[in-house]
């Protein structure tokens, strides 16, 4: 499928989560499985989501020391994941313990700044200077110590360019959709257009009456970018 939409598979229930990857799955690159899933019905969910014939992105955000994140990315091996991330806050060491127990064939993308944190947000925990430069400090971290990609806010984009490496960009939401929770969002077109690899969409496609259709509706919009 020559898409590049993600859909996060955010819901609660094991069953519409499968009848939601089912319909999905010939529409988008990839479904992601994030905490709420991950947490309620375990790796089985994983491996079920796989066995549809999808491209899994799981969304665990890995920040720990590094032997117990090294050891849940081995785990995380095992299930047959296209992407995993981690907080390039955990650090350079932690970033590559994570890298050294994947195979080639499972990326690693390293979190800089959540979606949900604007600048005040962001000074409160401690960064200093402006939400982007925080996004640069992590993400040259990350990318140097053996992470394939980044995930940042699409305003972060244009501040990370010539870093290299692959950007999921979240808080995408098609024209006209709210932005829910999140804090710094863009259309699709537009964060393709600032250098976008994929985009994670969620509430607006899975609420939708017809999802695969929402989807192939933000494919088209990526297209026409």
Same mark, same amino acid.
């Given at each position: 499928?020559? $898409?590049?939409?993600?859909?996060?598979?955010?819901?609660?229930?094991?069953?519409?989560?499968l009848?939601?990857?089912? %319909?999905?799955? %010939?529409?988008?690159?990839?479904?992601?499985?994030?905490?709420?899933?991950?947490?309620?019905?375990?790796?089985?969910?994983?491996? &079920?989501?796989?066995?549809?014939?999808?491209?899994?992105?799981?969304?665990?955000?890995?920040?720990?020391?590094?032997?117990?994140?090294?050891?849940? &990315?081995?785990?995380?091996?095992?299930?047959?994941?296209?992407?995993?991330?981690?907080?390039?806050?955990?650090?350079?060491?932690?970033?590559?313990?994570?890298?050294?127990?994947?195979?080639?064939?499972t990326?690693?993308?390293?979190?800089?700044?959540?979606? %949900?944190?604007?600048?005040?947000?962001?000074?409160?925990?401690?960064? $200093?200077?402006?939400?982007?430069?925080a996004?640069?400090?992590l993400?040259?971290?990350?990318?140097? %110590?053996?992470?394939?990609?980044?995930?940042? $806010?699409?305003?972060?984009?244009?501040?990370?360019?010539?870093? /290299? /490496?692959?950007?999921?960009?979240?808080?995408?939401?098609?024209s006209?959709a709210?932005?829910?929770?999140?804090?710094?969002?863009?259309?699709?077109a537009?964060?393709?257009?600032?250098?976008?690899?994929?985009?994670?969409?969620?509430?607006p496609?899975?609420?939708?009456?017809?999802?695969?259709?929402?989807?192939?509706?933000?494919?088209?919009?990526?297209? $026409?970018?």
């Amino acid at each position: 499928m020559n $898409s590049k939409l993600i859909v996060a598979l955010d819901v609660p229930e094991r069953d519409r989560t499968l009848a939601l990857a089912r %319909s999905l799955v %010939s529409e988008v690159a990839m479904l992601k499985i994030g905490l709420e899933g991950f947490v309620a019905h375990g790796p089985e969910l994983v491996r &079920a989501v796989v066995g549809e014939g999808a491209s899994v992105f799981l969304d665990l955000k890995l920040h720990d020391i590094p032997r117990t994140a090294a050891a849940a &990315a081995r785990a995380a091996a095992g299930l047959g994941v296209s992407l995993l991330t981690v907080h390039a806050a955990g650090g350079a060491e932690m970033v590559r313990a994570v890298r050294d127990e994947l195979p080639a064939t499972t990326k690693v993308i390293a979190v800089t700044m959540l979606t %949900s944190l604007d600048a005040a947000a962001a000074a409160a925990i401690g960064y $200093s200077g402006s939400v982007a430069d925080a996004a640069r400090r992590l993400g040259a971290l990350a990318l140097a %110590s053996g992470a394939d990609g980044l995930v940042t $806010s699409s305003h972060e984009l244009a501040a990370l360019r010539d870093l /290299g /490496g692959l950007r999921v960009v979240p808080g995408i939401r098609p024209s006209g959709a709210g932005v829910g929770d999140q804090k710094r969002v863009a259309t699709p077109a537009e964060a393709v257009r600032a250098g976008a690899s994929y985009l994670v969409v969620g509430r607006p496609i899975l609420e939708a009456p017809d999802p695969a259709a929402a989807a192939r509706a933000v494919n088209r919009e990526v297209a $026409s970018a």
